[in-house]
């Protein structure tokens, strides 16, 4: 069984602050993607990350694929109360025209005023 | 409705009971997938159905769970003689399955929260 393991694990800070999420693996995937969760809601997709040393951004968040292919960080900057939730890494291997995910261990964000 | 939908959004039943949960999937979309996602944890995969190949039923922890799928619309999940360790929120998505290399992207619905007294 590949596994992908975030940490940390829980991550309470403040408005304003900076954090990194990290997600480590021992398998290469295809490509890496982050989800984020809210209390009662299925995951939604935030970023896919396709190639090696790739980084996105999306307006305070920042993606990074290694080289390698086995490991992502996800970087906010100037943390907002509404960052608050469950963030998920999760590894794609193509199956036919679709692809399979492996999740990562998740990452609880609270961010306080 | 647009997304994915999922009934019912609560189940609470007793240890030994059959339970069936649905998964209505976007219109179109050829891939539907079933999760377990136990309590502030990751999601566990447990099958995969694509258009007419054969399912993947790799991640079904036991025979007491199974799922159909009816063409490329309604997916339900059966757990049969359910036992309290599979209290969980069970997760369904679905995908275009059009996108090779990793990069189809997965609409997950809402989820079925069941609970085994």
């Known amino acids: 069984t590949q596994l992908l393991e975030q940490s940390p694990q829980f991550l309470s800070i403040q408005e304003g602050e900076n954090l990194t999420v990290y997600c480590n693996s021992s398998?290469?995937?295809?490509?890496l993607q982050w989800y984020r969760q809210e209390p009662g809601e299925g995951p939604v997709l935030l970023v896919t990350?396709?190639?090696?040393?790739e980084v996105k951004k999306l307006k305070r968040l920042t993606f990074q694929f290694g080289d390698a292919r086995k490991d992502s960080s996800l970087h906010i900057t100037a943390a907002q109360p509404g960052d608050t939730g469950l963030y998920l890494c999760?590894?794609?291997?193509?199956?036919?025209?679709?692809?399979?995910?492996?999740f990562g261990t998740g990452t609880r964000l609270q961010v306080t005023l | 409705g647009a997304g994915v939908s999922q009934s019912p959004s609560n189940k609470v039943t007793e240890k030994g009971k059959d339970v069936e949960l649905r998964c209505d999937p976007i219109?179109?979309?050829?891939?539907l997938y079933w999760y377990r996602q136990r309590l502030g944890q990751g999601l566990e995969f447990l099958i995969y159905?694509?258009?007419?190949?054969?399912?993947?039923k790799s991640g079904l922890p036991s025979d007491r769970f199974s799922a159909e799928r009816t063409g490329e619309s309604v997916s339900t999940l059966t757990i049969q003689r359910t036992q309290q360790e599979d209290s969980a929120v069970y997760l369904c998505?679905?995908?275009?399955?059009?996108?090779?290399?990793?990069?189809?992207?997965?609409?997950f619905g809402p989820g079925t929260r069941l609970t085994v007294l």
């Open positions: 998505a679905s995908s275009p399955g059009t996108s090779g290399g990793g990069l189809d992207t997965q609409y």
């Open positions: 398998s290469v995937f295809s490509s």
């Open positions: 990350v396709v190639t090696g040393g």
């Open positions: 999760a590894g794609a291997r193509p199956t036919g025209t679709a692809s399979k995910l492996t």
């Open positions: 219109s179109g979309h050829t891939a």
């Open positions: 159905f694509q258009g007419n190949s054969a399912p993947d």
